[in-house]
Nanobody, 115 residues
Framework: QVQLVESGGGLVQPGGSLTLSCTAS????????VDWYRQAPGKAREWLGG???????GYADSARGHFTISGDTTTNTVYLQINNLKPDDTAIYYC?????????WGLGTQVTVTS
């Protein structure tokens, strides 16, 4: 099974930018999609977007323009860049990949946006 580890979270100020990393234990590019999610306190887990086998990306309507997903094939890492951070971006951010029939999740990284 593939293992995913998120990193890069922390305390940040509104208006800034932050890039999160999701590092896979094996090569995933061209083989499996990787998706980013977040879960804020008291809310359901929300899909933000993903990097697909083709190399294309897709985003939730609410995430488009606010998040940018990219990948680095040399390190098996998928990035989530968050722009113009707002307090309601505070959440645990997760990455996920799928290998039928299972989903594989990282443990998440906390982002807290406060002034």
């Amino acid at each position: 099974q593939v293992q995913l580890v998120e990193s890069g979270g922390g305390l940040v100020q509104p208006g800034g930018s932050l890039t999160l990393s999701c590092t896979a234990s094996e090569n995933i590019f061209g083989r499996y999609a990787v998706d980013w999610y977040r879960q804020a306190p008291g809310k359901a887990r929300e899909w933000l977007g993903g990097l697909y086998v083709s190399g294309n990306t897709g985003y939730a309507d609410s995430a488009r323009g606010h998040f940018t997903i990219s990948g680095d094939t040399t390190t098996n890492t998928v990035y989530l860049q968050i722009n113009n951070l707002k307090p309601d971006d505070t959440a645990i951010y997760y990455c996920k990949t799928h290998r039928h029939p299972a989903n594989y999740w990282g443990l998440g990284t906390q982002v807290t946006v406060t002034s």
